[in-house]
């Protein structure tokens, strides 16, 4: 069977790879944005079926209207969040291998590394989802020359006035959106909007950006950007086929430290990269069992049905761009191993026993405590990337480098670097950051702090972003780094879920990751957009 990206997936069903989309389990009465699916016509779940215009659990509301996926079935064991087809024999692909992804999907349409589109003087800017940290992007962008502020979307209308009363202050005149619940995709189709800033909860990314794309946006859109691997092939197509940006708001590529080792690399101080190491280690128990901190409970409903390293991008983003991943050397392969559920499921139980409300999370099958993945490059490198959100420990990121002259850390703070068998001293470090402080950093970096957002990363990344776009520069990130970044989620849930067998990795860039340059941090062009302070 030829290996295109069709075949590929009619090859995926068959093996029980978790490539498909899954489905996303809501608490009876939750309101949710109607129609975003993960298969048209797709059922998953006891009483439930997904599709255009239909609800996904007794009694919820769905955003109308996009479908992401295509007819594929719920994981094996029941639970719709696995992500993983039954082979034809009903067993979860026992005693199958998954195909080879490696050719990917076909020819590329259009390469979209390093593709500079039309400058773009103000940058029309809509915002879907105006949460935590929809809200706080919202503030951002409002202190960046050259941007516009056209319209807001959320299901609260509260929130959506409260962003509007925010903006309005510095001129801009909004449109709001939260009057149905299609009402995201009205503010997607307008003709004097240029980019489409999406945070909302996973299971809408991929539906929203590639409708956003669809309609002429380039397209922001927070991490993870896809949840499945059919997720991540549509991005890529849809990017390709548009020529519109499809950047992952990864904020951790702008962290002050992981750029200065970013700039060290270049600069040789670490010699040959050999191995990296990141992580996503917070202790998020009490956000994630918190009725208010996370809208309809979509993190616990994630957490509650999937099994492996859901929320790669923060640890790995970074480790990428240091090893010119998609950029000179690609992911060869995965194996992923996670603990058991030592403490959520327990929790669940704790609550239940005082609240109704949580009884429905009894008996879950959780996501264990710790999920370690480890990938090998086609250059030989090999990376480490954990994910740990229950366990009571400090925040890391680890942010380890190891190369052939040289090494760093960053967790646990603070950051630290050698070229031997002793860290440097704190005047050594002062000489060396100094001397290698990125340009962006240079630049940008003090009144970023001022405004904020985990520290400045967050300005930082959007600052630059809006500074290329009007500039007519190629973005730092691109929809091959969002579709790599976010598929080590659904292939470490195949390869848990395959007794850590290993798992090919997709080539989203079909073979251009041989010749396309690695980001440019030089800042030579650019640079010139002001800030609102």
Known sequence: ???????????????????????????????????????????????????????????????????????????????????????????????????????????????????????????????????????????????????????????????????????????????????SSDAWKKLCERTDIDLIYIVTPWALHTPMAVFSMNHGKHVCVE????????????????????????????????????????????????????????????????????????????????????????YPTHGLGPICQVMNINRGDKMDYLVSMASGDFVMGDTAKKLASEDPFFKPYVGKPFNGNMNTSTIRTSRGRTIMVQFDVSSPRPYSRIQTIVGTKGSALKYPLPARYSQGHEWLTDAEYKDLEEKYTPPIVKKIG?????????????????????????????????????????????????SVAHRSNSIVVPDFTNGSWKTNKPVDISMEKGGNTQVKL
């Not at 400058?119 to 951002?140: H, P, Q």
Request: aromatic share 8%; proline share 4%.
């Open 1 to 179: 069977m030829k290996n295109t990206r069709r075949n590929f997936m009619k090859l995926a069903a068959l093996s029980g790879l978790g490539l498909t989309a899954a489905n996303d389990p809501h608490n009876p009465g939750l309101k949710s944005w109607a129609g975003t699916t993960s298969g048209a016509g797709t059922t998953s779940g006891a009483g439930t079926m997904s599709g255009a215009g239909t609800t996904s659990g007794a009694g919820t509301t769905s955003w109308a209207g996009t479908t992401s996926g295509a007819g594929t079935a719920s994981g094996p064991d029941g639970t719709s969040g696995a992500g993983i087809t039954p082979a034809a024999d009903g067993t979860p692909g026992a005693g199958t291998m998954p195909p080879d992804i490696s050719a990917g999907y076909g020819a590329q349409q259009f390469n979209m590394c390093g593709y500079a589109a039309p400058k773009l003087e103000t940058v029309r800017v809509g915002f879907i989802g105006l949460g935590n940290r929809g809200m706080a992007a919202v503030e951002r962008m409002n202190k960046i020359e050259g941007v516009e502020i056209m319209g807001l979307c959320d299901l609260r209308p509260e929130k959506v006035q409260e962003a509007k009363k925010m903006v309005e202050k510095s001129g801009h005149k909004p449109g709001a959106y939260d009057t």
């Open 223 to 310: 991490v993870p950007a896809a949840k499945t691997i059919e997720e991540c092939w549509q991005l890529v197509e849809t990017s390709e086929r548009t020529k519109k940006h499809c950047m992952m708001t990864e904020n951790c590529c702008y962290d002050f430290s992981e750029l200065l080792t970013l700039n060290l690399a270049r600069h040789g101080f670490f010699g040959e990269i050999v191995h990296g190491e990141g992580a996503y280690i917070h202790d998020l128990q009490e956000y994630v069992f918190s009725k208010d901190r996370f809208y309809q409970m979509w993190e616990l409903n994630e957490l509650s049905v999937r099994n492996g390293n859901l």
């Open 446 to 494: 003090e009144m970023a702090k001022k405004v904020g957002g985990h520290g400045g990363m967050d300005f930082l990344m959007d600052w630059r972003t809006v500074d290329c776009l009007r500039n007519g520069l190629p973005l730092d990130q691109d929809v091959y780094d969002a579709a790599l970044w976010s598929a080590i989620g659904p292939l470490s849930e195949w």
